[in-house]
Structure formats: structure tokens, C-alpha cells
């Protein structure tokens, strides 16, 4: 967990996908100046410990939303990258106490779109990853054979992880889709043009699922906007972060 010394502030949960927490650093340090933030580490990534009762995004959704009341945390601005966008929406259909009043998915995975599929991440070398992730796959590009040993297993341990709690079935919760359309907290789906993990056709079907969603894309990116486009997609962070807010 990695909170922010701000109490004044609207507070804002950062929440990384199959990539790990570094994924998403520029966003927490970019937004930790104006308020509390938390960006935590799912149990299971970066060597964290995993309990028994993890075995599914159903359950990091709860436990983050126990973390909110345990901290008594409203009006709380959720971001989730990827599989923490999935995350996310789960976390809003589940958000009896309301305590979320804004949401920014990041070419998030998790609804089934029969016209629009999810790659197949698990069947995909190094080098096909990176062609389907990045808008520029030859800068972004890393050689697993170049990693440092213990990189390396770090890597292989989150992509197990991810393929435990996410890999049947397939990055997807088959009811999520139809339950988004009771959500009402403002959610902003933004979006690489160049993701053909997630395309964005697939994000504009998340989008229209939610009672309040937008999609905004991002040009010259891919699945990580934040990363290959950082300035355009911490901006619409910003405009969502105060546009929505009680």
C-alpha cells in the first residue's frame, strides 16, 4: 500500500493491472500532490503473499471496497489500469455505501463484447504482447532473455496470478456487462487507439454499458496510455477528477 501524506483533498485509489504496480506510478505521484492517494499491490503481484480466499476479481473488488470503509473514505475517485479497471467496475456494481463517486477505466478488461474479443494474452510470445500493446511495440519492447534473473520471476509469478484469478473465464465476469447499466457513478473509459488487446471498439461497448459513461481515445497509444501518452491521459484524469465529486 502506498498512501499519500495529504488529508485534505479528495481521495483517489489507483489500482494497476497484469503489468504490476509500476504500470501505473506516473498517475499516483502525478495526483498524490492534491490529495490522499492509495495505490496498493494486489496480493499475488511482485512477490506478494496471496491468501487462500483470493481466487478471483470478485474478491480484490470487495476487499477494496472493505478498505474504503475501513478507512472511512468517500467521494473517492477510483482509477484501475487493465485488469485494475475490471476491478474497478466490480467495485462500483458492489458500492452499497456509495462510497465511490467517480471512476477512469484504462483499456479495462472484464465485460464480454462478442464483436470486439480479448486477445489471448497467455498464448502470446514476448514479442506478439508487445505488437498488440503498444502504439510504438519497438521502444517498449523488452527481450525476456535480457531480464535479470530475479525480474524475470517476478514476471512469471504475476502473470500467474493474473492467469489464477482471471484465466477462467477469460478476463471476463459474463454477468458484468449487463449489471454496469445500474451504476450511475460518472465513469470515463479512456483509451489507446492502437490496443488490439482490448480494441477500441470494445471500450466503446464498455462505455455505453455503464448509466453514465464516456469513452475518450487516446491517439498514438496502445494499453497503456498512461505510459505512451502520459500528458493526454493524466489530463482527462484531472477533468474527470473534477468534473465528478460530491
Known amino acids: 500500500m502506498t498512501p ?3 488529508s485534505s483533498g479528495r481521495p483517489v485509489l489507483v489500482l494497476h ?8 506510478a506516473g498517475i ?8 490522499p492517494v492509495l495505490a496498493p499491490v494486489h496480493p499475488g503481484w511482485d512477490g506478494t503473499p496471496r491468501p487462500d480466499w483470493c481466487t478471483g476479481v470478485d474478491d480484490l473488488a470487495l476487499s477494496y471496497l472493505h478498505l474504503l470503509q475501513d478507512r472511512d473514505l468517500d467521494d473517492v475517485l477510483v482509477v484501475g489500469s487493465s485488469l485494475g479497471g475490471w476491478i474497478a467496475a466490480e467495485m462500483a456494481v458492489r458500492d452499497a455505501g456509495q462510497r465511490i463517486s467517480g471512476l477512469v477505466l484504462i483499456d479495462a478488461v472484464g465485460v464480454y463484447v462478442e464483436s470486439e474479443p480479448i486477445a ?16 510504438e511495440p519497438d521502444r517498449y519492447y523488452v527481450d525476456p532473455a535480457l531480464l535479470p534473473a530475479e525480474q524475470l520471476a517476478m514476471r512469471q509469478g504475476n502473470m500467474a496470478t ?21 451504476v450511475r457513478t460518472p465513469a470515463l473509459l479512456v483509451w489507446g487507439e492502437s490496443d488490439r488487446i482490448v480494441t477500441p471498439g470494445y471500450g466503446a461497448a464498455y ?24 500528458e493526454a491521459t493524466l489530463g482527462l484524469i484531472e477533468e474527470h477528477l473534477r468534473r465528478t465529486g460530491r
Open 17 to 24: 493491472g497484469g503489468g504490476g504496480p509500476a504500470t501505473v
Open 120 to 135: 489471448d494474452y497467455f498464448a502470446l510470445d514476448a514479442r506478439a504482447a508487445a505488437e498488440l500493446s503498444w502504439h
Open 4 to 6: 499519500s501524506d495529504h
Open 162 to 182: 493474473m492467469r489464477l484469478l482471471a484465466g477462467e473465464p477469460y478476463m471476463h465476469d459474463p454477468k458484468l456487462l449487463r449489471r454496469l447499466r445500474r
Open 207 to 230: 462505455a455505453a454499458a455503464f448509466g453514465d459513461g464516456r469513452l475518450e481515445v487516446v491517439p498514438k497509444a496502445g494499453h497503456l496510455p498512461q505510459i505512451e501518452q502520459p
Open 28 to 35: 499516483v505521484r502525478h495526483l498524490s500532490g492534491a490529495g
